[in-house]
């Protein structure tokens, strides 16, 4: 993929991550040179991303660093095609490495919506919202209280859309779909482990963005895990760019949940 190609994918990751993260009333953003770090400023590396693009050098991570207090759990999405000191620079100020590359993914069509007898359907309503807090809590091991003080505004506020696959009256997976103008963002997919296997992330998934996808809709986004790249993979997500991600304050029971060896 061309440079310029390249950037115009980090630059619509950006504009639908920092919306969705920063949506809380202790939300943060920040920007630099080669960086970006959108912040809930809540005790979760899941809840504060940030991002080092194919332009960053030593000197965009000296920023995002210097920029976050020390203490803040983070998850900095790092370029293959960053200068490698960048990375470097990460490691030696207290910043662990993922063993596996994770990819961002863009397609430029609506998937085909999988067949399934789940109800698949936006979630609306204090109800169906508390339902999908409780599953993104339980599929991520964050706090729920942290989630209702972060991304559950992002859907009072309108910057994602949360959906619901139901087995009858059971909430079993959860999808929520950010909005910047022709970009859809896939923020966050959670399924579970006790439900998996039952085929709910990729109906939810493919019925929830050809529901969102309008006219004017260019492209969906997302970073996978090494544990849903497959799934993207196979309903028409491709990767853009390679991503050797640095974090600090994630434990080993996550990083097996996404598929990184701890």
């Known amino acids: 993929m061309k440079t310029d190609e390249l950037m115009r994918i980090w630059q619509a990751y950006y504009n639908v991550t920092h919306p969705f993260f920063t949506a809380g009333p202790a939300g943060e953003t920040l920007i630099g040179p080669g960086w970006f770090a959108a912040l809930s400023h809540e005790p979760s590396g899941e809840l504060n991303v940030c991002g080092l693009t194919p332009e960053a050098t030593v000197t965009s991570a000296r920023a995002l660093v210097s920029s976050i207090a020390t203490d803040l759990p983070l998850i900095v999405f790092v370029s293959c ?10 490691e030696a100020n207290g910043f ?4 596996v590359t994770e990819p961002i993914m863009h397609s430029i069509r ?9 109800r698949i359907e936006p979630a609306f309503g204090a109800d169906a919202l508390n339902a999908g807090i409780a599953l993104t809590s339980e599929a991520n091991t964050v706090g729920p209280e942290l989630l209702e003080r972060s991304i559950r505004h992002a859907a009072d506020s309108g910057a994602a859309q949360m959906w619901l696959a139901w087995d009858a009256a059971e909430p079993i997976s959860v999808v929520w779909i950010g909005r910047h103008e022709e970009c859809l963002g896939v923020m966050e997919m959670m399924t579970p482990e006790r439900h998996q296997r039952r085929g709910a992330g990729r109906a939810l998934l493919t019925h929830a963005l050809t529901a969102e996808w309008r006219d004017d809709t260019e492209l969906a986004i997302l970073i996978a895990t090494p544990a849903g790249r497959r799934l993207y993979e196979s309903i028409g997500f491709e990767a853009s760019d390679e991503l050797l991600t640095r974090f600090r304050g994630l434990d080993d029971e996550l990083l097996a949940a996404i598929g990184q060896p701890g």
């Open 110 to 118: 609506p998937p085909t919506p999988a067949e399934t007898t789940l």
């Open 96 to 99: 662990r490495t993922v063993t």
């Open 81 to 90: 095609r960053a200068d490698p000191e960048a990375g470097t620079y990460l």
